[in-house]
C-alpha cells in the first residue's frame, strides 16, 4: 500500500521560515505529480503547490507564490515545500498527494498532514 | 478563476436516508470533478473521480453525477460511518466543504 508521511510542521513565528518534507513508500514515486493541499483550522481545502514527476515544471496558487517553492528528491522519494515570510493565515495542516492540476482521476494518496501554526 | 460552490453546507440526516450534495462551478467545467470524505483528524479520502467513477473499494451507495456547472453525490442508504465532511475539486479548486451529521 502507498505510504506518504509529511513532517517538518510546528510553530513559527511571522515571517519565518519552515520546510515541510513528504516521504512517499511503496510507489514508483518519480512517475508522478505530487500536490501540496492545506487546511486552516475548520476550513475548507486548499491546493497550495504541485510539481510534475520530474521536478521540471511546478505550479502555485496565487496565495504562496512567490513565497513557497516546491521540489522533490526523486532518489530519496522526497517532496518538499519551502515556506519563507509565514503569515498568521499560512497555519493550517499541510498535506502531501498523489496528483496535480490535470490529474484527471483525483487525488488517490494523501499523507497524514502536518500542523503548521503561525504565531507570535 | 473557477469557484466551487457546494450545497447545503450543513446537513442533517438519519441512518437509512438518501441526501445529495451539489457542487456547482462558476463557468462550465470538464468532467474531471472528483469527491473526497473527510473524517475529522483525517486526511481526505477520495470517493469518486471524473464525476462519476467510483474509486476502487468504495461502496455503491456512493454515486456521483452532472456535467457542464453543476454536479452531485448522492448517498443512498446513509450508514453510519458516513456521517462526516465532503469536499468537491475540480483542478486546482476545492469547494468550501458540507458537513453530513447524525440528525
Known amino acids: 500500500e502507498v505510504q506518504l508521511l509529511e513532517s517538518g510542521g510546528g510553530l513559527v513565528q511571522p515571517g519565518g521560515s519552515l520546510r515541510l518534507s513528504c516521504v512517499a513508500s511503496?510507489?514508483?514515486?518519480?512517475?508522478?505529480?505530487m500536490s501540496w493541499v492545506r487546511q486552516a483550522p475548520g476550513k475548507g481545502l486548499e491546493w497550495v503547490s504541485a510539481?510534475?514527476?520530474?521536478?521540471?515544471?511546478?505550479f502555485y496558487a496565487d496565495s504562496v507564490r512567490g513565497r513557497f517553492t516546491v521540489s522533490r528528491d526523486n532518489s530519496k522519494n522526497t517532496l518538499f515545500l519551502q515556506m519563507n515570510s509565514l503569515r498568521a493565515d499560512d497555519t493550517a495542516v499541510y498535506y502531501c498527494?498523489?496528483?496535480?492540476?490535470?490529474?484527471?482521476?483525483?487525488?488517490?494518496?494523501w499523507g497524514q498532514g502536518t500542523l503548521v501554526t503561525v504565531s507570535s | 478563476d473557477i469557484q466551487l460552490t457546494q450545497s447545503p453546507s450543513f446537513l442533517s440526516a438519519s441512518v437509512g436516508d438518501r441526501v445529495t450534495i451539489t457542487c456547482r462551478a462558476s463557468?462550465?467545467?470538464?468532467?474531471?470533478l472528483a469527491w473526497y470524505q473527510q473524517k475529522p483528524g483525517k486526511a481526505p479520502k477520495l470517493l469518486i473521480y471524473?464525476?462519476?467513477t467510483l474509486q476502487s473499494g468504495v461502496p455503491s451507495r456512493f454515486s456521483g453525477s452532472g456535467s457542464g456547472t453543476e454536479f452531485t453525490l448522492t448517498i443512498s442508504g446513509l450508514q453510519p460511518e458516513d456521517f462526516a465532511t465532503y469536499h468537491c475539486?475540480?483542478?486546482?479548486?476545492f469547494g468550501q466543504g458540507t458537513r453530513l451529521e447524525i440528525k
Open positions: 475539486q475540480q483542478s486546482g479548486t
Open positions: 463557468q462550465g467545467i470538464s468532467g474531471y
Open positions: 510539481i510534475s514527476g520530474s521536478g521540471a515544471s511546478t
Open positions: 511503496r510507489f514508483t514515486f518519480s512517475s508522478y505529480a
Open positions: 498527494a498523489e496528483g496535480t492540476l490535470t490529474t484527471v482521476n483525483g487525488f488517490e494518496y
Open positions: 471524473a464525476a462519476s
